[in-house]
C-alpha cells in the first residue's frame, strides 16, 4: 500500500513537472519583431543608414519590408518558417504587424527638436551608446541629456535651451517641479544629476538659496543631537552646502555634545572616547589627527578589560 501511494505521488509530480514546461512553452512573445544590430552593424559592418533614411523632417525612419528585401529574400505571397528570423509568432499571428517591437519615445522627446541630417557625419554610437552590442530592440536605449552636451557645451555647439527644445527653457521650470516640489527636490537631487541641466554642477545655486533658507531636517534641535550622525551617515549631503573646514571652525570652539559626558576621557574603552573611536574613527577625523591620539597616549596607557 505504502508503495502504491509512493508512486501515485511521483506520478503527480511528474505532470504538474511537464505541466510547468508545457505553459513556459507557450507563452508568447511580447515583441513582434527580432532584429540584432550588433550582427548588422558589428559583424557585417553595415552603416546605419543602409536601413534607416532620413524622413523630411529630418528623424531616421525605421526600415520597411522593401528596405529589408534588399538583402533578405522575401516572399510575401508564400511565407516560410524563414519569416521567423525577423518576425515572432506574435507577428506572424498579427498579418507580421511590426508596431510595439521598437522602443516607445519618451514623453520628454515631445519638446526636443532634433535633425538628424543636420548631424549628418557623426558616428551614430556617439548618440545612441550600446548600439553596437543591442542583440534585441528592447536593448536600444534613447540618449539622455548629458549624451547631448558632449558636444552642446557651449563650444563645440549651442548650449542655449532654445537650441534643441521648443518650449523648455531656464525660465520655465519643468513639470515635475510643481506642488510641493520645495519639499521634495532635496530627496529627489540625490538620485538624479538632471538638476546640473539648468542649475550648474558647481552647487552655487543651492548654496545661495540655503544661506537664507534651511532644510526642513534643520530643526531646532539639528546642531545639538543630529547634525554629527547625519553627518557620519553621508557626508557628500553635507557637502552640498558645507565645506570641510566649516565643521573644524565650529568646533574648535564648541566641542560635540558627546564629549561634554563625564566618562568621555575614560581610560576604559565603556562609553567613553575610545570606544567611540574604535567605532568610527572617521568622525574623529574631522577635528583630530591619528596624532592628536598618540600624543596622549605617549604617557597614557590604555586600560584593557580583563
Known sequence: MYGYHKNKTVLLLALMFLAV??????????????????????????????????G????MENPSMDTCGECHEIDVDNPSDDCLQCHTVKG????????????????????????????????????HEGIDKA???????????TTCQKCHNGDDAPS?????HKVLN?????????????????????????CTYCHGASGKFCQDCHQTQKPRDHIFNWK????????T???????????????????HSQKPISHARANWMTYTRENGHAEEAYRNFRSCNVCHTQGDCQACHQTIQLRRKK
Not at 542583440?135 to 541629456?145: A, I
Not at 545639538?224 to 553627518?231: I, L
Open 21 to 54: 514546461l508545457a505553459l513556459a512553452g507557450c507563452k508568447e512573445e511580447d515583441a513582434k519583431l527580432v532584429f540584432n544590430h550588433e550582427l548588422h552593424v558589428v559583424d557585417n559592418e553595415m552603416s546605419c543608414d543602409t536601413c534607416h533614411a532620413a
Open 56 to 59: 523630411e523632417d529630418g528623424k
Open 92 to 127: 506572424v499571428k498579427e498579418d507580421y504587424d511590426t508596431s510595439e517591437s521598437v522602443p516607445e519615445v519618451p514623453e520628454s522627446y515631445e519638446d526636443v527638436i532634433f535633425s538628424h541630417e543636420f548631424h549628418d557625419g557623426i558616428e551614430c554610437s556617439e548618440c
Open 135 to 145: 542583440g534585441e530592440l528592447s536593448d536600444l536605449k534613447w540618449p539622455e541629456m
Open 160 to 164: 542655449e535651451c532654445s537650441a534643441c
Open 170 to 194: 531656464e525660465e520655465k521650470a519643468p513639470e515635475s517641479h510643481e506642488g510641493d516640489w520645495a519639499v521634495r527636490h532635496g530627496r529627489e537631487s540625490r538620485f538624479t544629476k538632471t
Open 224 to 231: 545639538t543631537t543630529q547634525h554629527g550622525e547625519e553627518a
Open 233 to 251: 551617515h553621508n557626508r557628500n549631503l553635507c557637502n552640498t552646502c558645507h565645506v570641510a573646514s566649516y565643521c573644524a571652525d565650529c568646533h
